[in-house]
Antibody, heavy 123, light 106 residues
């Protein structure tokens, strides 16, 4: 069974940093691309960042470009999101999502999602 | 940047057909995926590649995509189908989600 478990969310002050993790199990982690998607309170889903199976292809939404860094460790079956210079606009549930279909490309459908981890940015 | 427009809400009588639209400039030239999201749960993929159902998704879910509109159709809507639904495409390697549609089954 595919499982994705996010962690690392917390209450943080504006301007600070936070690192999210996503632990994967139930499949060959290194064969697939992944994404981070967030949902601010009362808002819809927003794509944040994606990474290919081999970390060669990485993309970011304009809203986080230059502040967030996505990475992965295939040996540890883990996906990460380093978030810097956090602002209140970054307050959201953050979901990791696996890309379906194989091939390792980021440009696919998100066939499995985690339950999310909450990041709250406030002084 | 590319934008996707969805109605804020759609209501359907129990057992009837619900249609949720997703509008975008020449969206028919793109591949559309649909996600169901219920409160406090992980989003679930219900349609990928315009009209393909993942395993485990009931046959009452179907999709189409042509011109400037993609559509998610739920035939014989059930109470358990109440959720927010999002369409999604890729544009210049960036993910784009529609604003979401809240489906209410009356």
């Amino acid at each position: 069974e595919v499982q994705l478990v996010e962690s690392g969310g917390s209450l943080v002050q504006p301007g600070r940093s936070l690192r999210l993790s996503c632990a994967a199990s139930g499949f060959t982690f290194g064969d697939y691309a992944f994404h981070w998607v967030r949902q601010a309170p009362g808002k819809g889903l927003e794509w944040v960042s994606g990474i290919s199976w081999n970390s060669v292809a990485i993309d970011y939404a304009d809203s986080v470009k230059g502040r967030f860094i996505i990475s992965r460790d295939n040996a540890k079956n883990s996906l990460y999101l380093e978030m810097n210079s956090l602002g209140p606009e970054d307050t959201a549930f953050y979901y990791c999502a696996k890309v379906g279909g194989g091939g390792g490309s980021v440009l696919g459908w998100m066939d499995h999602w985690g339950q999310g981890t909450l990041v709250a940015v406030s002084s | 940047s590319y934008e996707l427009a969805q109605p804020l809400s759609v209501s359907v009588a129990l057992g009837q057909t619900a249609r949720i639209s997703c509008g975008g400039n020449n969206i028919g030239s793109k591949t559309v995926h649909w996600y169901q999201h219920k409160p406090a749960q992980a989003p679930v993929l219900v349609i990928f590649r315009d009209n393909t159902r993942p395993s485990g998704i009931p046959e009452r879910f179907s999709g189409s995509n042509s011109g400037n509109t993609a559509t998610l159709t739920i035939s014989g809507a059930q109470v358990g189908d109440e959720a927010d639904y999002y369409c999604q495409v890729w544009d210049s390697n960036a993910g784009v989600f529609g604003g979401g549609t809240k489906l209410t089954v009356l």
